[in-house]
């Protein structure tokens, strides 16, 4: 089963569709999310998860696994992080991640502190422990990640098996898909992906599909603007749906 990275702009609901999914393939498996967004701090509540844990914590924290990274560029010329030395299985998973019922979750890291410098070691920390994460059948992995598309300088879909690309209702929306969708069909790691419209009622759907259809970009889900969505992300609250029509639509 594939190992999935939800893309788009700050907003768009990468979070949502992630705790949607995770709701919907527990139905059929276990499934683990990993928060790769150093900022956005709501996904353990989405999910229903209390949890704090981090992989970077898990490590020492942020200033040792930089100290491995620089260590590893000095001797070998490439960023390289030395921590997961062998294959990860979800059984391993949940001897250091919260979970409930089928669902796992672990963040990489946040930011904490001002100046404390930028996210690129947990970007590395990121890429190299899906690089070890071995899935097997009825096993989910989802990926949400920071907004934009700094994740795939960083190579974090490298060992990624498919990219889900979250557009709402807005011109940069939009063309950060489109942006998107020319960074992972380039080079050795060319990824398939599936477009999903989020936030969309009867009439601004058909105006983005109109829209993305002259840029050649397919459609293959819908998520429409729901209510009691909103409510519970105002609230903090835990997300309860589940959209198989959705999740088998972009699988």
Same mark, same amino acid.
């Given at each position: 089963?594939?190992?999935?990275?939800?893309? /788009?702009?700050?907003?768009?609901?990468?979070?949502?569709?992630?705790?949607?999914?995770? *709701?919907?393939?527990?139905?059929?498996?276990?499934?683990?999310? &990993?928060?790769?967004?150093?900022? *956005? &701090?709501?996904? @353990? #509540?989405?999910?229903?998860? %209390?949890?704090?844990?981090?992989?970077?914590? =898990?490590?020492? /924290?942020?200033?040792?696994?930089?100290?491995?990274?620089?260590?590893?560029? !000095?001797?070998?010329?490439?960023?390289?992080?030395?921590?997961?030395?062998?294959?990860?299985?979800?059984? %391993?998973?949940?001897?250091?991640?919260?979970?409930?019922? #089928?669902?796992?979750?672990?963040?990489?890291?946040?930011?904490?502190?001002?100046?404390?410098?930028?996210?690129?070691?947990?970007?590395?920390?990121?890429?190299?422990?899906?690089?070890?994460? !071995?899935?097997?059948? @009825?096993? =989910?992995?989802?990926?949400?990640?920071?907004?934009?598309? $700094?994740?795939?300088?960083?190579?974090?879909?490298?060992?990624?098996?498919?990219?889900?690309?979250?557009?709402?209702?807005?011109?940069?929306?939009?063309?950060?898909?489109? !942006?998107?969708?020319?960074?992972?069909?380039?080079?050795?790691?060319?990824?398939? =992906?599936?477009?999903? &419209?989020?936030?969309?009622?009867? $009439?601004?759907?058909?105006?983005?599909?109109?829209?993305?259809?002259?840029?050649?970009?397919?459609?293959? /889900?819908?998520?429409?603007?729901? @209510?009691?969505?909103?409510?519970?992300?105002?609230?903090?609250? !835990? &997300?309860?749906?589940? %959209?198989? *029509?959705?999740? *088998?639509?972009?699988?």
């Amino acid at each position: 089963m594939p190992k999935i990275l939800v893309c /788009g702009r700050g907003g768009c609901g990468k979070s949502t569709l992630t705790a949607i999914a995770a *709701n919907t393939l527990s139905k059929r498996g276990e499934v683990f999310v &990993l928060d790769a967004d150093e900022s *956005n &701090l709501c996904l @353990s #509540n989405m999910l229903g998860i %209390d949890s704090e844990k981090t992989l970077m914590g =898990y490590f020492g /924290g942020k200033a040792e696994v930089k100290k491995a990274l620089l260590s590893f560029l !000095k001797s070998e010329g490439k960023e390289k992080t030395p921590m997961f030395t062998t294959e990860l299985t979800f059984e %391993d998973l949940k001897n250091f991640s919260s979970w409930r019922d #089928n669902i796992g979750f672990i963040q990489t890291g946040k930011i904490e502190h001002g100046m404390e410098g930028c996210a690129c070691p947990m970007g590395a920390v990121t890429r190299e422990f899906l690089k070890k994460l !071995k899935v097997k059948d @009825s096993q =989910y992995v989802l990926v949400d990640t920071e907004a934009g598309i $700094e994740h795939f300088g960083r190579g974090v879909h490298e060992a990624i098996d498919l990219v889900w690309l979250v557009i709402e209702p807005s011109f940069e929306s939009i063309s950060l898909c489109e !942006k998107t969708i020319g960074l992972i069909s380039e080079g050795k790691h060319v990824k398939p =992906y599936k477009v999903i &419209l989020n936030k969309v009622n009867d $009439e601004s759907r058909s105006e983005l599909e109109e829209l993305l259809l002259k840029r050649k970009i397919k459609v293959d /889900g819908f998520l429409p603007f729901r @209510s009691e969505i909103s409510k519970a992300n105002l609230k903090g609250e !835990k &997300l309860t749906i589940e %959209d198989s *029509n959705l999740i *088998n639509s972009i699988l």
